[in-house]
């Protein structure tokens, strides 16, 4: 069949890849598993019943979920098919941003994972004249459960209905709104089509690599980033078309019980994952002692040496590297592991060559929300460590002459809604999306992404800076969580950096020194502050002069998505972290002793 809509994926999947779990949800301890003709089933109960509360074509439902879940999909597949929108929203954002979402997008009804969501949701109902209902997945006292919307659409006599509505939606219409929640101002909501996400599946599904012989039923992908978030949910669409079964993950907390329990093929990570992952498996490597930690040591060291990557162990101290060591990385991340992709920001080289040699490929990609997501993403054949990949076949791709990335095609978004104005300043007058981020392609074709075009500045010498490239080099250290390099209008570049509390914890206990117990103790522990003026100055010899970091300051709190320091993309609010921190950035530069 063809694939026009986001709905479709579903219907191929049942013609194609009927199966007993097409999705899986853990449920009081144990999976429950959905299949294929279920999901459909359950989808067009929510349809029936959707249209039975007067719901038309346009209509705006806002769905909202802690851990994503079953009922998430059949919601979602329920919403599409009779021509009503879906506005995902992150759990996370503020009770503010809540209710500038739902009257900027007039939510009619709203379904929530949670207690803890319903009450965010009804302390800013009363200022929501549009909308008319917020439902619960969970059972919850005094709480409209969703199952009376499949309770209203158990009788099948008004499908026809359905299937007519179905029938008109067209790839052009919008399929959903997708608030971005930006480093500054009021959230944006990217207008998408059910075209511009359905072409970005169809365009990426030939950079997935598939296993020789491991059949469709039992292939498992484990999902477990925000399925609000576009990157998470094209992939959940690429995995339903490919009839891949999608386990989804209880809880970041929870995620090393998870991978355990289903084993997974495929899963979706953001770098800052993968940099957890590694101090883990560091710091159990380095505290072994004695010859173990010897062995692991020296497996990093062949790990290191290697020089080409995708490549199997072949010299007789690359096999015993991995039979001792890299094997047990595949067995903690379930031990059947085809490919983990990896997008949202910059991964390190040095972390995405490491894995590879361990044999756990990372494909890092690049994309938006705006562009549905994936502009570009690097492949099993042709990869190159540093850059996101090849663009995708269908986008063409120009670099500006500022070096900005731009970018045309069918997954472009169509605006950002009710505002005409920002979304003509956001293409080029040939009309080019542009992304905002500088990078270039190379003579190979791999786009390589050096920085986001706002955040880059100049110093009051004149010099300009880009923040991210720093950034990103200084979190290979294991004592920095977070850093912020600052210094706009400033004389010279300096940063504020939030440690990793629980790594100088443990540095200061082998090192036996005392630098404290709480964060606060720990960020002005003169110790901890000289041993990572060590890492700084490491940083500096890889950095032109005019870049270097002339001075830091610890901060005492750590930067988190619910004190607003990070986006729910874990990006740094820029703005938001120096007006934290402005005690520390005035003292960086002495405009509090009069010296600005």
Same mark, same amino acid.
């Given at each position: ?91 996370? %954002? #503020? ?10 997008? &007039? ?11 319903? +009450? ?26 969703? #199952? ?17 509505? $179905?029938?008109?939606?067209?790839? +052009?219409?919008? !399929? ?27 365009? $990426? ?24 978030? %576009? ?21 970041? &907390? ?26 883990? @498996? ?57 490919? =983990? ?22 494909? &890092? ?10 502009? #570009? ?17 269908? =986008? ?40 905002? +981020? ?37 979190? !290979?250290?294991?004592? @920095?969580?977070?850093?912020?390099? %600052? ?51 490491? =940083? ?43 005690? =520390? ?12």
């Amino acid at each position: 069949m063809s694939i026009k809509r986001l709905f479709d994926f579903a219907n191929h999947a049942l013609i194609k890849f009927p199966q007993s779990a097409m999705y899986v949800t853990k449920h009081k301890g144990n999976w429950i598993k959905t299949s294929t003709k279920e999901f459909v089933n359950q989808g067009n109960k929510i349809s029936r019943g959707l249209l039975k509360l007067g719901i038309q074509p346009g209509d705006k439902i806002a769905i909202i979920t802690s851990a994503t879940r079953t009922e998430w999909a059949i919601m979602d597949f329920g919403i599409l098919q009779i021509g009503a929108v879906t506005v995902p929203v992150y759990p996370t %954002i #503020s009770s503010e941003d809540y209710e500038y979402i739902f009257n900027n997008a &007039e939510i009619k009804y709203c379904f929530v994972s949670d207690k803890e969501l319903v +009450d965010k949701v009804n302390s800013i109902k009363q200022n929501i004249p549009t909308i008319k209902g917020v439902f619960s997945f969970d059972e919850i006292d005094g709480v409209a459960n969703w #199952s009376e919307i499949l309770d209203l659409g158990e009788s099948e006599s008004t499908q026809n209905e359905v299937t007519d509505l $179905s029938n008109s939606i067209n790839e +052009d219409d919008l !399929a959903t709104l997708i608030y971005t929640s930006g480093t500054t101002g009021k959230p944006k909501g990217v207008m998408l089509t059910h075209k511009n996400i359905v072409s970005n599946v169809l365009a $990426s599904d030939s950079r997935i690599p598939r296993k020789k012989g491991l059949d469709n039923e039992d292939t498992r992908a484990l999902s477990f980033l925000p399925i609000c978030h %576009i990157f998470e949910r094209m992939i959940f669409y690429l995995f339903t078309y490919n009839g891949i079964s999608i386990y989804f993950a209880e809880s970041i &907390e929870k995620m090393g019980e998870n991978i355990k329990e289903v084993q997974p093929h495929y899963m979706t990570v953001v770098p800052r994952l993968i940099e957890k992952v590694y101090d883990k @498996i560091y710091d159990k490597g380095v505290s072994a002692g004695g010859l173990k930690s010897k062995i692991f040591l020296w497996a990093l060291g062949i790990n290191k040496a290697k020089q080409t990557i995708n490549k199997k162990p072949s010299t007789l101290s690359e096999i015993i590297a991995d039979k001792l060591v890299f094997k047990k990385w595949r067995e903690g991340l379930g031990g059947e592991i085809i490919t =983990l992709v990896s997008g949202s920001a910059a991964l390190s080289d040095r972390l995405n060559k490491m894995f590879w040699n361990a044999g756990i490929p990372i494909l &890092e990609g690049y994309g938006l929300t705006e562009t549905s997501p994936v502009i #570009s993403v690097n492949s099993m054949d042709k990869m190159k460590v540093g850059t996101v990949g090849h663009p995708l076949d269908n =986008l063409k791709v120009k670099i500006q002459e500022d070096g900005e990335i731009t970018v045309k095609g069918p997954s472009i978004t169509i605006g950002y809604f009710k505002n005409e104005e920002q979304t003509k300043e956001a293409f080029t007058e040939d009309g080019y999306f542009k992304t905002g +981020d500088i990078g270039h392609i190379d003579d190979d074709g791999f786009l390589k992404i050096t920085d986001r075009k706002k955040e880059m500045f100049k110093t009051s010498g004149g010099k300009y800076i880009a923040p991210q490239v720093i950034e990103n080099m200084a979190k !290979a250290s294991k004592f @920095i969580e977070q850093i912020m390099v %600052i210094g706009e209008g400033e004389k010279m570049p300096c940063a504020l950096i939030q440690p990793d509390f629980n790594f100088a914890s443990h540095w200061a206990e082998r090192k036996n020194i005392n630098i404290g117990k709480t964060n606060e103790e720990i960020a002005n522990s003169p110790e901890l502050k000289t041993r990572i003026e060590k890492e700084i100055d490491y =940083l500096n010899s890889k950095l032109g002069h005019w870049e270097q970091i002339k001075k830091f300051e610890l901060t005492p709190e750590i930067w988190s998505i619910e004190n607003g320091l990070l986006t729910p993309t874990m990006k740094l609010k820029r703005k938001m972290v120096k007006e934290k921190f402005i005690q =520390l950035y005035n003292k960086i530069y002495g405009h509090d002793l009069g010296q600005g």
